[in-house]
């Protein structure tokens, strides 16, 4: 009996098109689980071979027992377009190819890695948190719902970060700082304090950044 999952993934732009390749050269694909299509609400995307958009995540009607991916960089998008599906039921599976993880990481539903990330021994992470390549994170980091981390990113051992949380490429967070629900963590800045919620910090050390 056939029992191969379908798998749409949420975005047909450019980060849906990489996560749809990343995903097709993963050893389960085919196997366990293949990549169906997208869902988006845009007419106007150029298309893909073999991956039509087969509907608006907004109206998409879930059917079990296929598998959703969230292809989303921006927290608030992410929780926006995977809401309607959540309420249904769907199922978010976390989408890791060629993560190396450590002994008793756990994480939740709707994880989606690029490749060469490295997760610590006993490292928590929540639902729908985004891993870009070639990131690593230090044992008993905590990430909370939402986050989205950049390429090139060192967190060192107990580092805690927040719900909704954006860290930028090649960041660099010292071991035990936390970074609150909402912050911001800007390209390159390496971060050597706490960082309050909601607040936008840049620079080597980081400092609290104000648009103008």
Known sequence: MNDMKDVLIINAGGFGRNTASSARADIAHGKEWTVRGFLDTRADLPPVDGLPVVGDPFTYRYQAPGYIVCALGD???????????????????????????????????????????????DAVLGDFVIMLSTSIIGYDVRIGSYSTVGSFVFMGGGVQIGENVVVHPHATILPGVKVGDGAVVGAGSVVIANVPAGVTVFGNPAKRFEFK
Do not use: D, W
């Open 75 to 121: 927290p608030g998008m992410r929780r926006k377009y995977s809401a309607p599906l959540l309420a249904q039921g769907a199922v978010f599976m976390n989408l890791l190819p060629g993560a190396l993880l450590s002994e008793r990481v756990r994480m939740g539903q709707g994880c989606l890695f690029e490749r060469g990330v490295s997760i610590g021994t």
